[in-house]
């Protein structure tokens, strides 16, 4: 009789995998869909949709200025508005700064520094936000994270060890070029307390910190959405 009851167990968790299962292997994740699979796919889609947006709006552009009716000091306002936006190419001398993870075995550095938590070894939002925050500090005309040019309702979000900014999604090294006057940028970047304690992780555990000067660089404009968002009230019944 106990003989017959094991069966009849064994017979329903057997029954109970295969349904759960639905004939997928269930010791491995290989065949389900993971997370960050959909996460870049998707981002890639964004990239996509933005390139074609970008396009289109270049067509009305040209089309809407070529009878406009405005005149040529009006026409000169709106560049000049389009400039300041970050939603033209901006072009001249710029300064670039990479930041990376250190590496995953990375140890002490510095005679008696504790060793790395895990935490210690990766760039963290506050990083990106402490260097953009330093850039527009020193003057900067426009900024570009990655490959994306921010504007005033650009948000440097990090989720994990990625980030994600405009619905796209990147991994380190992050990198990020600011056109300006490149004195005025690099004291920007020395003289903020963020970026002194962020370079004291550099040299205990090896983060990546890279600053360089380019002699001419063109960024892209920015060609998202610029439509706010926001909640609103639900009605109450």
Known sequence: MLSAGVFALAGLIFWTSFDTAKGVDIRSDDPLPKLSDNVRARSAQNARLENE??????????LAGADSGLTTAEKQRLAALDKAAGTTP???PALGVTLNDAPPNAVPLVPGVPDPQPNDLVI????????????????????RVMDQRLISTSAVRCVGNTLILQGRVYSPPYRI?????????RKALNDSPAIQNYLQYVQAYGLGWKVGSQSRVTLPGYSGSVDLTYAKPVPTP
């Open 53 to 62: 947006v970008a396009a289109a709006r270049g067509d009305v552009d040209h």
């Open 90 to 92: 901006l072009t001249g």
């Open 124 to 143: 963290h939002q506050q990083d990106l936000q402490a260097v953009v925050n330093a850039l527009w500090q020193g003057g900067a005309q426009g900024i």
């Open 177 to 185: 070029t600011a056109v300006g006057d490149q004195d005025k940028l």
